[in-house]
C-alpha cells in the first residue's frame, strides 16, 4: 500500500502538479499524510543561506524586474529552496506593500527559511552593496562632480541594465501569464499605467476583484498560481527544500502582532526622536528623516511611483537639490545593485552635506544618507515580520489564490511600464509628454537618439537572449564599451 501510495505522488510530481488532482484526490488518507514532510524547518543551512544572499544582492541590478528575476532565477531554478507557487504567493503580497518589493521579497523568503534571522540577514544584505555603492558615488558627486571617469562609468552602464530589465519582464511574464485571460490582464494594466496614469494601487485592488470573481465562475483560467514544480538540472522534477506542505512557521495571534509592531516602531521612530532631541526639529537631518518615514508607508508602486513626488518636495520644498539632480541620483540607483528606492540616499546625501550645520560637511552627507536609508527600510522588516504569518495562513485558499493569480498578471504589466519608462530615457536624450485628453503619450525626439547607448543595448540583448551571458558579465561589457566610446566620440 506504502508503494501504491508512493507511485501515485511520483507520478503526480512527474506531470507538474503541486496540488492533487481530481484521480489521486482519494490518496489523501492518514497513511499518505506519512510521505508529506510536515516540519517548518528547511534543509538549508544558514550559513549557506548567508552566502547566497550575498550572491543575490550583488546580482542585483535593474530595478525590481531584474531584481525579481535574479532571485527566481537562483532560489527558485537553481538552488530550489521554494516552489513557483510559493515564490509568486510572497511576491504579490510584496507588491501590495508600500516600499521596495524585491527587498521584501527577499526578507520574506529568508523569514520562510530561518525565521526572524533569515529575514534580516537577507533584508539587510539585499540593501548594504548599494548603499556602500551609492555613499562612494555620492562623495565623488558632491567632490567631483561632471569629471571624465565618472560620467563614462555611468555611459555604459545604463543600456546594458536597460537590457537586463527587458530580459527580466520576459522571463517573469512566461512564469505569470499561463493562459489569455492572464496575458489580457497584464496588457490592460500596461495600458491603464503608461498611457491613462491610473494608480498603482487602484490596478492591484482591481486584479484583485477580477480574479475574484473569475475564480468562481471561470477558475480554469483563474487558478494559475499551482504552477510546476522546478526543473532540476538533469530534468527532473526537483522537490523545494521548504516544503509546500510544512506547518507553518508561526502561528498568527494578536499577541505577535502587538509585539512585533511595538518593537519595529520602536526601532523605526526611536533613533529619529533622538535626533530632534539632540539636534531640534528643524536640523536637516530630522526634517529629511521625517519627510522620509511619510513617503516610505505611501511608496506604493515601488521607486518610479514616488520619485516625481520626492524630487518636488526635495528641489521646491525643502531645496535640498538643485534642478535635474534628481535625475542624476536615480542613474545611480539603476546602475548599483539593490532597491531603486535606494535614491533617497543620495537626496539625505546632498540635503545634509549643503546644510551640514555645525558638523563637517562629509561628515553630514554621511549621517544623512544612514538617516534617510534607516526609515526607508524600517518599515519594510515591520511589514513583513507582521504580514507574512498570517498571509502563509491563506496559502491554499483557492479565492486567495485567483486573486493573487490575476494581481500577478497585472504586475508584469506595470513592470513592464517600468522598463519601457526607462528605455525610453535611456536611448533617447529628450523624451516629451504630450497630453490628448485624458490619454498620457511619452514621445522620443528621435533626432535625440543616443547612438551609443543604442549599441550598447543592441550588444547587451545579443550577449543576454542569443548567448545567455549573465548578469554581471554583460554590465562589466557595457561599462568598457561605455567607456571606449565615451572616450572617443563625446
Known amino acids: 500500500m506504502l508503494a501504491t501510495l508512493t507511485g501515485v505522488r511520483i507520478h503526480c ?7 492533487p488532482v481530481p484521480d489521486c484526490a482519494q490518496y489523501k488518507s ?10 517548518n524547518e528547511s ?32 532560489l527558485v531554478e537553481e538552488k530550489r529552496w521554494v516552489s513557483e507557487e510559493r515564490f509568486l504567493h510572497a511576491l504579490n503580497y510584496c507588491m501590495l506593500l ?45 567632490g567631483f562632480q561632471g569629471a571624465t571617469p565618472v560620467a563614462a562609468v555611468f555611459f555604459g552602464l545604463k543600456p546594458a541594465v536597460m537590457a537586463i530589465v527587458v530580459e527580466a519582464v520576459i522571463r517573469i511574464g512566461r512564469r505569470a501569464l499561463k493562459n489569455s485571460t492572464m496575458a489580457l490582464l497584464a496588457a490592460t494594466s500596461f495600458v491603464a499605467i503608461f498611457f491613462f496614469e491610473v494608480p498603482f494601487p487602484f490596478i492591484v485592488l482591481t486584479a484583485g476583484g477580477v480574479g475574484l470573481i473569475g475564480g468562481r465562475i471561470w477558475p480554469a483560467r483563474f487558478l494559475v498560481l499551482r504552477g510546476h514544480a522546478p526543473v532540476g538540472p538533469a530534468g527532473g522534477q526537483a522537490a523545494p527544500a521548504l516544503h509546500d506542505e510544512a506547518e507553518p512557521r508561526v502561528r498568527p495571534s494578536l499577541g ?68 535635474g539632480e534628481m535625475l542624476d541620483g536615480l542613474g545611480m540607483a ?10 533617497v540616499q543620495f537626496v539625505g546625501f546632498m540635503a545634509a552635506y549643503r546644510d551640514p550645520g555645525s558638523l563637517a560637511p562629509l561628515l553630514a552627507g554621511v549621517v544623512g544618507s544612514c538617516v534617510v536609508t534607516w526609515v526607508t527600510f524600517a518599515p519594510c522588516f515591520l511589514w513583513i515580520f507582521l504580514g507574512a504569518p498570517y498571509i502563509e495562513s491563506l496559502r491554499g485558499n483557492k479565492a486567495l489564490t485567483s486573486a493573487l493569480s490575476a494581481i500577478t498578471a497585472a ?41 551609443g547607448a543604442a549599441v550598447i543595448a543592441v550588444g547587451a540583448s545579443v550577449a543576454i537572449f542569443r548567448y545567455k551571458v549573465g548578469t554581471l558579465p554583460t554590465l562589466c561589457g557595457g561599462i568598457a564599451l561605455g567607456a571606449l566610446w565615451y572616450v572617443l566620440w563625446r
Open 98 to 142: 508600500p516600499g521596495p518589493e524585491a527587498q521584501q521579497l527577499a526578507t520574506y523568503i529568508g523569514w520562510l527559511l530561518h525565521g526572524w534571522r533569515g529575514g534580516m540577514a537577507a533584508g539587510l544584505l539585499f540593501v548594504l552593496p548599494g548603499f556602500l555603492a551609492i555613499l562612494l558615488l555620492s562623495v565623488l558627486y558632491a
Open 30 to 39: 492518514p497513511m499518505s499524510a506519512l510521505l508529506r514532510p510536515r516540519s
Open 411 to 451: 504586475v508584469v504589466g506595470v513592470i513592464l511600464n517600468l522598463a519601457t519608462w526607462f528605455s525610453l530615457h535611456t536611448l533617447f536624450g529628450a523624451v516629451t509628454e504630450v497630453r490628448r485628453f485624458r490619454l498620457r503619450l511619452l514621445v522620443p525626439e528621435f533626432e535625440t537618439l543616443d547612438p
Open 334 to 343: 539603476e546602475t548599483t545593485p539593490g532597491p531603486l528606492i535606494q535614491v
Open 256 to 323: 505577535r502582532t502587538l509585539r512585533v509592531a511595538v518593537l519595529w516602531l520602536l526601532i523605526w521612530l526611536v533613533p529619529l526622536a533622538a535626533l530632534a532631541s539632540a539636534l531640534g526639529p528643524s536640523h536637516v537631518l530630522v526634517e529629511a528623516g521625517t519627510f522620509f518615514s511619510k513617503a516610505a508607508v505611501v511608496t506604493f508602486g515601488g521607486a518610479y511611483a514616488v520619485l516625481a513626488y520626492v524630487a518636488q518636495q526635495a528641489v521646491e520644498n525643502y531645496g535640498w537639490l538643485r534642478p
Open 13 to 19: 510530481a512527474r506531470i507538474g502538479i503541486l496540488e
Open 43 to 74: 534543509t538549508v543551512t544558514f550559513a549557506e543561506a548567508l552566502r547566497v544572499w550575498v550572491r543575490v544582492a550583488l546580482q542585483s541590478f535593474g530595478g525590481p524586474a531584474g531584481q525579481i528575476a535574479v532571485m527566481h532565477r537562483i
